[in-house]
């Protein structure tokens, strides 16, 4: 045991010997200076950008839209069958504090649901009158013009640039010539003469590399943290910096696959030209061609209707209904108006059928036209998840709060308020022994005003537990990912020759 711990001893200290001549070799070059500047440049860039204009604006925008819908609740609370019919208001999406890591498109991205009735109708003839809302559902609108609003895009300056692009193409810089170069001017094969095995060899190069490429990422992230942190306007709890300290961990893992990808295509070259132009265009096509134009063309797999064909087969729809009520057997003129003081009880149920149908049909549309999208997206994301920078993306996304990912539970947890609301005005309304319980018509439901704390209000929240979940399949492939590009490096240095 003894003997076996000291050639284990022996052999870390070779590995680290090697590795700190790697590290002194990395440090005098060009690469390291040039690596330095850029990531401290762009990360002061990124942190000046967010605090200054990008997530100010934001917050200010957002606490105004609050305070508004919080406003327009109150006012509808002054009576149940008001509110019912007006609906919550608009619910809108917190922006993220760690939107600097991975903007992931939150300024394309619709940043709230509507849940507002709709225009006034009214219905006129010689012995009937009634003036109603279309009642509230909940929709979604899109601010800014995209076919599709999630579709991925990687153009922002954030982490999942500086790291995602600059620091992986610099981690091939730093180790296209590690085996390659050394085998070119001959001093590979005097190495492995000193009873040095290729493992030792091959590990020290990495460790030395890793170390001196993290050196400039840390620097660079310490900095862009001191920028964010200093502005009265952001501050982070204990969730967000676990999520910032995994998201380090990520990247992490994710500059060693271009470390081994480029250690593995060195050892396949016995000159450095050759490799660097072979690694270059693997980073090519992996890095910038397969996020940003596999997306584009994986969108065409899965068609979407556009918004105006989706909402022409509703309006068929709902002019089907309009016509069976209206025109075919005249329902709804049958027991006298809602209005009626006081009101039939046939009228309240006749107009409730009316109504709900119509309510239902408006949902089902918008929430079915919206969940084709989603389903576009992710086929979209598990194609461009080929490329390690794709699903590095979409993992410092998932932690982050931001992006496709974040916007498709922002939808399911107003899906979920939706019938948590409607579940409310029932409850309340069965309180209310004036009340017809009629629900979807104004006349039918409790005229009493609601206690403005006891009505449900939406929450949009994000936990370590959420975004830790939603981000364990990406974490996992770049882990995987690294492993067998370390193990296809080692059974390649491991074979090849080293003359």
Not at 31 to 57: D, Q
Not at 348 to 360: C, I, K, N, S
Request: hydrophobic share 45%; with cysteine; aromatic share 12%.
């Amino acid at each position: 045991m003894k003997c076996k711990a000291k050639t284990n001893f022996a052999r870390g200290g070779k590995i680290w010997h090697i590795a700190k001549r790697e590290i002194l070799d990395n440090l005098t070059r060009f690469r390291f200076a040039l690596t330095l500047i850029l990531v401290m440049v762009l990360m002061v860039m990124n942190g000046v950008i967010f605090v200054s204009s990008k997530y100010p604006r934001r917050i200010a925008q957002h606490s105004e839209d609050i305070n508004a819908a919080i406003a327009s609740m109150k006012e509808r609370s002054q009576s149940l069958g008001e509110l019912a019919v007006k609906g919550p208001g608009d619910l809108y999406k917190r922006p993220s504090p760690l939107a600097f890591i991975a903007m992931g498109e939150d300024t394309n991205l619709p940043k709230r649901v509507t849940g507002d009735g709709g225009s006034y109708n009214s219905w006129r003839t010689s012995n009937f009158h009634y003036s109603c809302s279309n009642n509230w559902s909940l929709e979604y609108p899109q601010d800014v013009f995209r076919k599709n609003d999630a579709l991925p895009n990687f153009t922002e300056l954030d982490w999942t640039f500086i790291i995602g692009l600059v620091m992986s193409f610099m981690a091939i810089l730093f180790t296209y010539d590690g085996i390659s170069g050394e085998r070119e001017i001959g001093t590979l094969s005097l190495l492995m003469a000193n009873s040095v095995s290729r493992a030792t060899v091959l590990l020290g190069k990495f460790v030395g590399a890793f170390l001196t490429i993290l050196l400039p990422l840390l620097l660079g992230i310490l900095l862009n943290l001191m920028i964010v942190t200093a502005s009265d306007l952001v501050s982070f709890d204990g969730s967000e910096w676990a999520r910032m300290g995994i998201t380090f961990v990520i990247s992490a893992i994710y500059i060693t696959i271009f470390l081994w990808l480029g250690l593995f295509i060195s050892s396949q070259f016995s000159d450095s030209s050759s490799s660097l132009l072979v690694l270059l265009l693997i980073w090519v096509v992996s890095v910038v061609l397969i996020p940003n134009t596999m997306g584009v063309l994986a969108s065409g797999f899965q068609q979407v209707p556009s918004r105006s064909e989706a909402s022409r087969q509703k309006q068929a729809k709902l002019d089907e209904i309009n016509h069976r009520y209206f025109e075919k057997d005249r329902r709804l003129f049958q027991f006298g108006s809602p209005t009626d003081n006081p009101p039939k009880l046939e009228a309240l149920q006749v107009w409730a059928d009316y109504l709900t149908e119509r309510a239902d049909v408006t949902s089902r549309f918008d929430d079915e036209h919206l969940d084709k999208q989603f389903v576009q997206v992710e086929l979209t994301r598990q194609i461009t998840r080929l490329s390690p920078a794709a699903i590095y993306k979409y993992a410092l996304e998932s932690l982050a709060g931001t992006g496709f990912a974040r916007h498709k539970r922002f939808v399911q947890q107003a899906r979920r308020y939706r019938q948590q609301f409607v579940d409310f005005i029932q409850s309340e309304d069965r309180g209310d022994n004036d009340s017809y319980h009629v629900y979807l018509v104004k006349e039918g439901l409790s005229q009493k005003p609601v206690p403005f704390n006891s009505i449900p209000k939406f929450s949009d929240k994000l936990s370590l537990g959420v975004t830790f979940k939603g981000a364990v399949l990406d974490m996992m492939l770049l882990a995987s990912l690294a492993l067998l590009l370390f193990m296809a490096t080692s059974l390649a240095f491991m074979r090849s020759d080293v003359k």
